[in-house]
């Protein structure tokens, strides 16, 4: 049930443009981590390895 609004979270922090640029890395990468977890979890492996390359992580094809 979290997954839409951490996902329209995460779409507000990359949008925002009253932060700074180290405030917006801040909490985009915090908004990524939950996503992560919460793709890992669902098994969306496709939306998993995307924000695994927003937060510079390697994916390795076919790594789940």
């Known amino acids: 049930k ?16 009253t932060w700074s640029e180290e405030e917006k ?4 990468d915090e908004t990524l981590r939950t996503l992560k977890t919460l793709y890992y979890r669902l098994q969306m492996t496709d939306k998993y390895n ?5 937060l510079g992580e390697e994916v390795v094809e076919g790594e789940e």
């Open 2 to 17: 979290a997954l839409p609004f951490m996902e329209k979270a995460n779409e507000i922090a990359e949008a925002n443009t």
């Open 50 to 54: 995307v924000v695994r390359e927003k």
């Open 25 to 28: 890395k801040t909490n985009t």
